[in-house]
C-alpha cells in the first residue's frame, strides 16, 4: 500500500507520492490542496447485515476490522437505536429494547 508524504518547511510544501498512491496537488494563492487515493483505493469497507427473525439481540461478525460505526433500521425502514457493544474489530453485539427484525449498515 502506498502513502502520500506532506512537509511544510516554511513556505515550502513538499508532496511525496509513495509507490500505489494517485496524488492530486491545487495550489490557489496562499493555500495549497493535496487529495489523494492511498492504493487506488477511494472507498471505506462497509456491511449489511439482515436480521430475519424478530430478536432483540444481534450477535454480527462483520469481518471489516474495524471498530464499526452501526445505523440500524426495522423491516418499514425507521430508524432503531440500542446499546452497541463492540466484541472485537470484527463482532458486535446490539441490544434493543423489544424484538424486531431489519438490517444494520456497518461502515
Known amino acids: 500500500m502506498g502513502a502520500i508524504v506532506v512537509r511544510d518547511t516554511g513556505n515550502t510544501v513538499t508532496v511525496t507520492e509513495v509507490a500505489g498512491s494517485s496524488t492530486v496537488v491545487t495550489a490557489k494563492g496562499n493555500s495549497v490542496?493535496?487529495?489523494?487515493v492511498i492504493g487506488g483505493v477511494s472507498q471505506d469497507?462497509?456491511?449489511v447485515y439482515v436480521q430475519g427473525s424478530p430478536s432483540a439481540?444481534?450477535?454480527?461478525?462483520?469481518?471489516l476490522n474495524k471498530y464499526c460505526?452501526?445505523?440500524?433500521?426495522d423491516?418499514?425502514?425507521?430508524?432503531?437505536?440500542?446499546d452497541v457493544q463492540?466484541?472485537?474489530?470484527?463482532q458486535v453485539?446490539?441490544?434493543f429494547a423489544g424484538a424486531f427484525s431489519g438490517e444494520a449498515f456497518f461502515n
Open 86 to 90: 463492540y466484541n472485537s474489530l470484527n
Open 33 to 36: 490542496t493535496v487529495t489523494g
Open 45 to 47: 469497507a462497509n456491511f
Open 69 to 73: 460505526s452501526v445505523t440500524v433500521v
Open 75 to 82: 423491516s418499514a425502514d425507521n430508524i432503531v437505536y440500542g
Open 93 to 95: 453485539t446490539l441490544t
Open 57 to 63: 439481540s444481534w450477535v454480527i461478525t462483520h469481518n
